[in-house]
């Protein structure tokens, strides 16, 4: 008896272990209603680059504050995304969805103009 309790209890921590595993792994690809997002957007503050694969490369850079994130997004929560670094989460909030203005695609990401320097489509 002691042993099939045993087993069980082994088969439930796996069951958890890859659950949390495979919850960490994040988006395989940036959704298409969101492809808008792709690219490569630089702010006065900012850079972020959004690729097909959904990963974002975000570096910020204001005064003596310096912030840099390499993470694969987990999600979308609207027009926001979620990125999760070994259980941290970060939100990127998403004001102004990407539109075409003078020429060229803005986007608003947490109260900041950005415009996009070059699409990542691939």
């Not at 495979?22 to 959704?31: E, F, M, N, S, V």
């Not at 609207?78 to 102004?96: A, I």
């Not at 969805?97 to 950005?114: A, N, R, S």
Request: charged letters at 20%; glycine letters at 4%; hydrophobic letters at 45%.
């Amino acid at each position: 008896m002691h042993f099939i309790i045993s087993q069980i209890k082994q088969f439930y921590l796996l069951a958890i272990v890859a659950t949390l595993i495979t919850a960490c792994d994040g988006l395989k690809a940036i959704p298409s209603e969101k492809k808008s997002y792709i690219g490569t957007w630089q702010g006065e503050y900012m850079a972020i680059t959004i690729t097909s694969d959904a990963k974002i490369n975000y570096k910020y850079k204001k005064d003596t504050v310096s912030k840099t994130i390499q993470a694969p997004i987990f999600e979308f929560i609207g027009n926001d995304f979620k990125v999760s670094v070994s259980g941290l989460n970060t939100v990127f909030v998403v004001s102004k969805v990407p539109y075409f203005e003078d020429g060229v695609w803005k986007m608003v990401i947490d109260d900041q103009l950005v415009i996009r320097k070059n699409a990542l489509y691939l």
